[in-house]
């Protein structure tokens, strides 16, 4: 492996963890803030979004994520249709006719 890759690697893997250490710094720092200016009233806000974000996910996961795979032959159509009544100049690069 080229010394540069390794670099740019390490780079990029840097890049992320510090963004997620700074998103959750500042997720911590706004419930700080929150909770300071509700009197603490803040923390009964936080178990009720967490529910509601599990029944979100798990809604997904038994419902949305079925549906999805169910129509994805009708997309797949509806998608292939929608490509063959493009005019050629509405057509990306590399679906563009080539003429010499």
Do not use: C
């Amino acid at each position: 492996m080229d010394y540069d890759e390794e670099i740019a690697r390490f780079q990029k893997r840097r890049a992320s963890v510090l963004t997620v250490i700074f998103a959750f710094m500042g997720v911590l720092g706004a419930v700080v803030v929150m909770t300071i200016l509700t009197w603490g009233l803040f923390l009964y806000v936080i178990p009720v979004v967490a529910g509601v974000a599990l029944f979100v996910g798990l809604n997904y996961l038994l419902w949305g994520r079925g549906m999805l795979q169910d129509t994805a032959g009708e997309r797949e159509e509806e998608e292939l249709r929608a490509s063959m009544e493009r005019p050629p100049w509405e057509l990306s690069e590399p679906e563009q006719p080539r003429h010499l």
